[in-house]
DNA sequence: TGGCAGATTTTA
DNA sequence: AAAATCTGCCAA
């Protein structure tokens, strides 16, 4: 079932929490790929200067000012490239970024896209599920509910579930300097698909 | 207009 | 630890 407005019009940090569970899928030309979300981070417009959007908008970052349910894709370290769940209202900039997936369907096309054949390293990073789903900058502005990139909130995949539990827990996020004590990091505790040092 | 920091990953 | 290398700030 593919998730529907309401889903993604939730408070940011809330929808940073529900996202955790779903399934984000991407049916692509080269066959579909799907990975169960284990990790968050909230991107606020308040009090946030780590936030893209806390200087206004520019051109890398003006997806993350459209309508809830925008795909946000940026280039990062000029090298990778993250994806980003917009959220919040219009022209507010708020964002969750997908940190990492735990691998579901179309994993021989996940370790072809990454050149890695071990199942916990194609996805447990925010550069390297772009790469694994075959995420590109054309999906910045897409629709998640009306694209070939898109959330599910259940799904009945076809692979054996990987999936290993884990108790949701709340921590800083990670990779940034400023804002960087802010609680809004929500993933799978103990989930071996989460991304690590 | 130049230098640099940044929501990262990989290799030495 | 350091490279790869793009975008946007902020200081001259």
Redesign the pocket.
């Known amino acids: 079932m593919i998730l529907g407005i309401e889903f993604y019009s939730q408070p940011t940090k809330q929808l940073a929490r529900s996202l955790l569970g779903t399934f984000l899928v991407h049916d692509s030309p080269q066959g579909r790929t799907v990975g169960r979300i284990v990790e968050t ?1 909230a ?1 606020l417009s308040q009090n946030d200067p ?4 806390s ?8 997806a ?1 000012f459209g309508p809830a349910g925008t795909s ?1 894709v ?7 490239y ?3 769940v917009v959220s919040g209202k219009e022209g507010e900039g708020e ?3 997908v ?2 997936l735990e691998p579901v369907e179309g994993i021989p096309l996940m370790q072809k896209r ?3 054949e071990n199942i916990p ?1 194609l ?9 694994a789903m075959g995420i590109t900058a054309n999906h910045n502005f897409g629709c998640l509910r009306t694209g070939l990139l898109k959330i599910h909130a259940t799904g009945s995949f076809e692979s054996p579930d990987l999936w290993a539990g884990g108790r949701m827990k709340c921590s800083p ?7 960087a004590e802010l609680p809004l990091r929500f993933f799978l505790d103990g989930n071996p698909f989460v ?1 690590r ?1």
């Open positions: 981070e991107y780590a936030c893209h959007a200087r206004g908008k520019t051109k890398r970052n003006a993350m946000y940026y280039l990062i370290y000029g090298m990778y993250c994806f980003n964002a969750v970024l940190r990492a990454r050149g890695v390293e996805a447990s990073g925010p550069g390297k599920l772009v790469m996020r990670v990779g940034i300097t400023v804002g991304s040092r």
